[in-house]
Structures are given as C-alpha cells and as structure tokens.
C-alpha cells in the first residue's frame, strides 16, 4: 500500500533523485522506487527516472544497451 509506504519512508526534506540528483518537491515529482520483482524500496526517484527505468524494464542490460547507444550516436 503506497500510502503506508510513505508513512514509513519519509521523504528528507532536502531529498535529491537518486539518478539525477533533481531536487525532489510535490507529490508529482516524488517517486519511492522499488523492485518490481522483489518488492525492495530502493530509494527516492524523480518521476522521469521512474518512468524511464521502468519503461525498460528495470533490465540493467537493456539499461546498458540503451546507455552504449546514447554514446555511440552522441
């Protein structure tokens, strides 16, 4: 229940995206990440990194592949 997760894991009042380093604010913005597999709160994301890593997959190989072809074509 997202609800009693926030209760538990309060968000600091100065808290940054764990990826981005985006300085968190508003609900909206505030993602409490976890693994979808295991269920493991990892941390604060903004909701962009939320999304993005969710959109693939939460896969660190497709997540590095993605990486490489950023670099690759930059």
Same mark, same amino acid.
């Given at each position: ?5 926030? &209760? ?13 380093? =985006? @300085? ?5 913005? #505030?993602?409490?990440?976890?693994c979808h597999k295991?269920? &493991? ?13 969710? =959109? @693939? ?5 497709? #997540? ?11």
């Amino acid at each position: 229940d997202r609800q009693r997760l926030r &209760k538990i894991y309060k968000k600091p009042p100065l808290a940054r995206c764990t990826i981005c380093a =985006k @300085l968190l604010y508003g609900d909206k913005e #505030i993602c409490l990440d976890h693994c979808h597999k295991t269920g &493991k709160l990892r941390g604060y994301l903004c909701s962009n990194c939320n999304v993005g890593i969710g =959109k @693939l997959n939460e896969d660190p190989i497709l #997540i590095q592949q993605a990486i490489n072809y950023i670099k690759f074509h930059s």
